[in-house]
């Protein structure tokens, strides 16, 4: 008879320099249960430094109240404007930053990726990112910011990523990814 899989907490975060999403669960098992999500605004502020400022003291009030066992975090699009794609890389790093003060595992996401685990279409919309989770964490309410369901179904791919093979293996990051699955990285 298999062992149970240890239970363990799972904070996604979908960062922004505006709006900062995330969401938190629970992995009993196979089985998946939402803990919370939420959003972080910062559009009000207008000095980049207080929002990065707001997004590692917001990263570290949930590690804080929720002691999650690991952090999955969406890493940055490539996109036309530099601008932008620096301060969400500058956003992400904060996060990331505070979850390694307290030692907790981090793991960067690919958008794509995220969209794929959970409705097995690599684009689909926001939308329907959403209304996946909806059904499968059973939950009714629509949050106001689809940004706060962009953080929880960077939770739920992270535990995707074990779940489907009973693996109980966990990576610190992207490296130690590739160092580990040689034949799947090509």
């Not at 959003?39 to 207080?50: A, E, F, N, Q, T």
């Not at 590692?56 to 490539?78: G, Q, V, W």
């Not at 939308?127 to 009714?140: G, I, W, Y």
């Amino acid at each position: 008879m298999l062992a149970e899989k240890k239970e363990r907490i799972i904070l996604g975060i979908d960062p922004g320099t505006s709006i900062m999403g995330y969401g938190i669960i629970l992995e009993r098992g196979s089985k998946l249960e939402l803990i919370t999500m939420g959003i972080v605004r910062m559009d009000h502020l207008d000095d980049p430094y207080l929002k990065l400022q707001r997004v590692f003291e917001k990263t570290l009030h949930l590690i804080e109240d929720y002691n999650p066992d690991a952090l999955a975090i969406e890493s940055p699009f490539f996109g036309k404007n530099i601008q932008v794609v620096l301060k969400l890389g500058r956003a992400q790093g904060v996060a990331m930053a505070a979850a390694l003060t307290k030692n907790i595992p981090v793991t960067e996401y690919a958008p794509r990726k995220i969209k794929q685990s959970i409705t097995g279409n690599g684009n689909a919309s926001k939308e329907q990112v959403a209304a996946m989770l909806q059904k499968l964490l059973k939950f009714k309410e629509t949050p106001e910011f689809l940004d706060a369901t962009d953080g929880l179904a960077i939770a739920v791919c992270h535990a995707f990523q074990r779940m489907p093979t009973g693996s109980t293996k966990s990576y610190s990051g992207w490296e130690a990814f590739v160092a580990g699955n040689k034949k799947r990285v090509k």
